[in-house]
């Protein structure tokens, strides 16, 4: 839901921060009041030029400068575009014949924003350098060996100062001596982002020649920053045109951004009861690991505490998904992200990879970070959010032991999603758990299920190719031991197999006619066997399927065409419509219109963390309108008659994603009324 931002709690800040007031007011004054051009030569242009040196020089004094250069930026990317342009065309311009093979270095826990710069330069100036990654140890500490092997053939190099992921911190005076002690000359960039405002810095006291700051990620308006420049080192204009900034980067230069430097400067120069000391900062780490601990079973936290700035946690939970966590958090009102906002689309950590964190860990790791500004209440409040998320695991992920097993929750067929992959699950109502064609990932989540819910049996069916991974089967016996049966049903083998137990059956045959291990389950007593076809659905297509035969297969459901007819009653296909796209404005309507249910497909954590914001945006007057089935329970909903073809549904979701998904699935099943909220409801 689109919490209001008064009511969020904000857990991103190394993505962007809010504004604080006082220097939101001082943008706004600039924007009104002293809104001059500092080229110009009035008064107005020379009173807004007034604040930009008297910010150069605030700015000057924090970072611990006297002589260096410090140019305003569009923000920390521009300043690393800059830097790296400089040391490379000065290297082409001047010195290129005293490096046999030269090397351009950089940090394997990096920004993005640094290796594909020096990638793109490297080969737009034709330097054609080699681009070589400094390997990190367990702790995301920079390998110096490597650094003195190859330094002395480094046109650049770039670190960074904190790491942005893990706020895991380099020692610079130590990179220093490793670095000047095998290449006095070679341009040091570091990437200061993470570091303004968290880690004492002094640079003229240190032989860093390029330095990046950004504005937004300590509480000023995005689309502002700065560069350090050493004195004496190389330095060409990224940007040319009018000559500001003494024709060091040509456009008017963005004064509101300016000006809430200057508070931001002001404030950090001076005593203040803004930005929180040290020992307090790691208090608010403390109360918020702790928050997690009683919260979450098996959290492993990624990076070692003491060699991290405060205000950052990175870890992951061996049984819940990046994902399931990012949207239950989000339902719970909690802001955290999975990695580096900046690195869009990116679905595991490379910084994690570095570290030689596990695959689970990479992909599914989670970044909390909170500002330095943010106080001891609003801690306190973000650990009571926090805590309260423990009702709503449990109620997502296991049953209650002490209430006994909630078939109706979880019991028939389950699609656990990975990803793009993911396996089948069934449960039986003796608490009998089939798992078919489990994958590596999922294993921890089944585990956290077998224990919570005390499984009296406990089957692992292998087919086709996954009876040929070794790995996965060993894997089995790690996690679970003896309890549990593995059985592999091969399609090379021509007689027939069956498994079954107190309340279900497994027949499995090859059969040529459909290419595939074809199993049938007689799990709801004196209602349609199901059959779980391991086929693709391009393979499937071409398949006639017999009357009443119900087949899923890899997270999809398929239905005989007699059985779509009777879904679709005596409607010809011309009236049918397709999945209706409608919008917040259009949900009251379409209710009316069809008499819908609304059927809020999110996991019941997310769901049951919102019901009552839910309730009042889509159905403030009829709650039982709204029903909630996950994702991963459609199937088993329409097997076992909870989701009715013949009814009307609005479907919802977070974003409306998973909601597209299940609506086309919905008609496909010849589901003749179903309409997605096309935004989610992150929007509503």
Not at 268 to 277: A, D, I, K, M, S
Not at 459 to 482: M, S
């Amino acid at each position: 839901m689109n919490t209001s931002p008064s009511a969020q709690i904000y857990l991103d800040a190394n993505a962007t921060t809010p504004v604080l007031t006082s220097i939101s007011d001082s943008v706004m004054q600039s924007m009104t009041i002293n809104f001059g051009n500092p080229s110009s030569s009035h008064i107005a242009g020379l009173t807004a030029k007034n604040l930009l040196e008297q910010t150069r020089q605030l700015g000057k004094r924090l970072i611990g400068s006297k002589d260096g250069e410090l140019l305003f930026t569009s923000g920390a990317t521009e300043g690393i575009q800059t830097a790296i342009v400089s040391a490379l065309n000065q290297y082409l311009q001047t010195v290129h014949k005293s490096i046999s093979k030269p090397v351009l270095l950089y940090g394997a826990t990096e920004h993005k924003a640094v290796p594909n710069t020096l990638k793109h330069w490297n080969a737009i100036l034709g330097l054609n350098a080699d681009v070589l990654e400094i390997p990190v140890n367990g702790e995301g500490i920079l390998d110096y060996q490597f650094i003195a092997q190859h330094v002395s053939q480094a046109v650049v190099i770039c670190t960074m100062a904190v790491n942005n992921e893990t706020g895991v911190t380099q020692d610079l005076t130590a990179l220093e001596k490793v670095i000047r002690d095998h290449n006095p000359e070679v341009a040091w960039l570091v990437d200061c982002v993470q570091a303004l405002g968290k880690v004492p810095l002094q640079m003229d006291s240190i032989s860093i020649d390029y330095a990046a700051f950004s504005g937004h990620k300590l509480y000023t308006p995005k689309g502002i920053g700065f560069l350090y420049i050493r004195d004496g080192r190389p330095y060409i204009p990224f940007i040319a045109g009018g000559g500001q900034e003494s024709g060091m980067r040509s456009g008017t230069e963005n004064l509101p951004g300016i000006a809430g430097l200057h508070t931001l400067f002001s404030l950090l120069n001076g005593q203040n009861e803004v930005f929180q000391p040290h020992n307090k900062l790691q208090l608010h780490r403390d109360m918020l690991v702790m928050a997690l601990k009683d919260t979450f079973t098996n959290i492993c936290f990624h990076h070692a505490f003491d060699l991290s700035v405060p205000t950052t946690l990175n870890f992951s939970i061996d049984y819940l998904t990046g994902k399931e966590l990012i949207d239950l958090f989000d339902a719970a009102g909690i802001r955290v992200s999975g990695g580096s906002a900046c690195s869009s689309g990116v679905s595991r950590s490379f910084v994690l990879e570095a570290m030689g964190l596990s695959d689970w860990q990479c992909s599914n790791a989670i970044r909390m970070s909170f500002g330095p500004a943010d106080s001891t209440e609003f801690i306190e409040k973000a650990c009571k959010a926090i805590r309260k998320m423990k009702s709503l695991l449990i109620s997502e992920d296991a049953w209650v032991k002490e209430n006994g097993l909630n078939y109706s929750q979880w019991g028939g067929f389950t699609w656990l999603n990975y990803q793009s992959t993911g396996c089948w699950l069934f449960i039986s109502k003796e608490k009998e758990m089939i798992v078919i064609n489990p994958i590596d990932p999922l294993l921890a989540k089944l585990k956290y299920y077998v224990d919570a819910i005390d499984t009296e049996r406990l089957v692992f069916l292998l087919t086709n190719d996954t009876c040929k991974d070794e790995h996965i089967k060993r894997n089995i016996e790690r996690v679970f031991g003896n309890s549990a049966d593995t059985l592999k049903l091969e399609n090379s083998r021509s007689e027939e197999i069956s498994v079954s137990g107190k309340s279900w059956q497994i027949t499995s045959k090859f059969e040529t006619e459909r290419q595939g291990v074809i199993f049938k389950w007689t799990c709801y007593e004196g209602e349609k066997g199901v059959i779980l076809a391991d086929l693709s659905p391009e393979q499937f297509k071409s398949k006639k399927l017999a009357d009443g035969e119900v087949v899923i297969s890899q997270g999809n459901i398929y239905l005989s065409k007699q059985e779509i007819e009777r879904n679709q009653g005596s409607l010809k296909q011309e009236e049918i419509e397709p999945v209706a796209l409608i919008t917040r404005k259009d949900v009251t309507s379409w209710i009316d219109k069809y008499d819908a249910q609304i059927l809020d497909i999110r996991e019941r954590g997310e769901h049951q963390a919102s019901t009552t914001e839910l309730t009042k945006k889509l159905s403030p007057n009829d709650k039982g309108r709204i029903m909630n089935v996950p994702a991963g329970r459609v199937v088993n909903a329409y097997i076992d008659g909870t989701l009715d073809p013949r009814k009307s549904y609005v479907i919802v979701c977070r974003s409306g994603r998973r909601s597209q998904k299940v609506a086309e699935a919905l008609k496909s099943l010849g589901f003749t009324s179903v309409a997605n909220v096309t935004r989610g409801l992150a929007l509503l």
